[in-house]
């Protein structure tokens, strides 16, 4: 991300298009683990929030904003992966 300074430019999204997706696909997988103390409609609320918070976050074009959201969702794929539920 060095082409815009503040803003995203078209090269900074294009270029994260392919690890925000990854992320995305993982998180969801994630949260279908039997490791997870989940019922089924928790698990499909977890998913659901997933995806509203991605929905909104498409819209971002600051390019800390974007750096610290990808931050987040690797956090929060990382406490999936121990079986924690992230806040």
Same mark, same amino acid.
């Not at 298009?17 to 683990?33: A, Q, W």
């Given at each position: 991300? +060095?082409?815009?300074?503040?803003? #995203?430019?078209?090269?900074?999204? #294009? *270029?994260?298009? *392919?690890?925000? /997706? @990854? /992320?995305? *696909?993982?998180? =969801? *997988? @994630?949260?279908?683990? &039997?490791?997870?103390? /989940?019922? /089924?409609?928790? !698990?499909? +609320?977890?998913?659901? $929030? #997933?995806?509203?918070?991605? =929905?909104? +976050?498409?819209?971002?074009?600051?390019?800390?904003?974007?750096?610290?959201? %990808?931050?987040?969702? $690797?956090?929060? =794929? @990382? @406490?999936? !992966? !121990?079986?924690? %539920? &992230?806040?």
């Amino acid at each position: 991300m +060095a082409r815009g300074w503040i803003w #995203a430019t078209a090269e900074d999204l #294009a *270029r994260n298009r *392919r690890r925000v /997706l @990854s /992320l995305y *696909r993982e998180i =969801l *997988r @994630s949260l279908n683990s &039997p490791d997870l103390p /989940l019922n /089924l409609a928790a !698990r499909l +609320a977890k998913k659901a $929030e #997933a995806r509203a918070i991605f =929905l909104v +976050a498409s819209e971002e074009r600051s390019l800390h904003n974007i750096e610290d959201l %990808i931050d987040t969702a $690797e956090h929060a =794929l @990382s @406490s999936l !992966r !121990r079986g924690q %539920i &992230p806040k």
